[in-house]
T-cell receptor, first 113, second 111 residues
């Protein structure tokens, strides 16, 4: 029972570099989300998807792009990384809408230097 | 503007006693409230939820209370166990809208 799997777990980037974080879920969930967690800020929604082929902006979308080409995968891209994007990133999925139980991945710790 | 606030950054409780974690919200349109628990180096896990039509929901040692007039909810853990030591996030939302999380409260249960 893998649940939600995030790749990679850790990454260090230089300012201006790009990267993609991969999220995969095996629960056939419709909704998928990307959050970032910063000290004292809780979890903030970056982008989300309500089904294959759909994406929508969350609370803090600037500097990020996402794609959901397959139902089980949700990719988060950083085109030009900035130090302000140093954070822990969590992917999550839920069967229906955001107000139901969501299952989270173990997180990706990203440092931008 | 924080719509969901957890004003206590940390809480320390003796094993076997009650832990009470508090959460305040400002948006009266919220009608779903959830609690998540997070251990270090892991993702959050769902704990318990409550909708605005109820004022209490119980699940084993965990009970969530909702006071809509005060825009306040609390999570009670009885009895507290060392394994409950974690960060607890409160979250609120309404149908079709994004969930908003609080900053979290670190609970330490001492044995």
């Amino acid at each position: 029972n893998a649940g939600v799997t995030q790749t990679p777990k850790f990454r260090v980037l230089k300012t201006g570099q790009s990267m993609t974080l991969l999220c995969a879920q095996d629960m056939n969930h419709e909704y998928m989300y990307w959050y970032r967690q910063d000290p004292g800020m809780g979890l903030r929604l970056i982008h989300y998807s309500v089904g294959e082929g759909t994406t929508a902006k969350g609370e803090v979308p600037d500097g990020y792009n996402v794609s959901r080409l397959k139902k089980q995968n949700f990719l988060l891209g950083l085109e030009s990384a900035a130090p302000s994007q140093t954070s822990v990133y969590f992917c999550a999925s839920s069967l229906t809408d955001m107000n139901t139980e969501a299952f989270f991945g173990q997180g990706t710790r990203l440092t931008v230097v | 503007d924080q719509q969901v606030k957890q004003n206590s950054p940390s809480l320390s409780v003796q094993e076997g006693r009650i832990s009470i974690l508090n959460c305040d919200y400002t948006n009266s349109m919220f009608d779903y409230f959830l609690w998540y628990k997070k251990y270090p180096a892991e993702g959050p896990t769902f704990l318990i939820s409550i909708s605005s039509i109820k004022d209490k929901n119980e699940d084993g040692r965990f009970t969530v209370f909702l006071n809509k007039s005060a825009k306040h909810l609390s999570l009670h853990i009885v009895p507290s166990q060392p394994g409950d030591s974690a960060v607890y996030f409160c979250a609120a939302g309404n149908l079709g809208n994004k969930l908003v999380f609080g900053a979290g409260t670190i609970l330490r249960v001492k044995s």
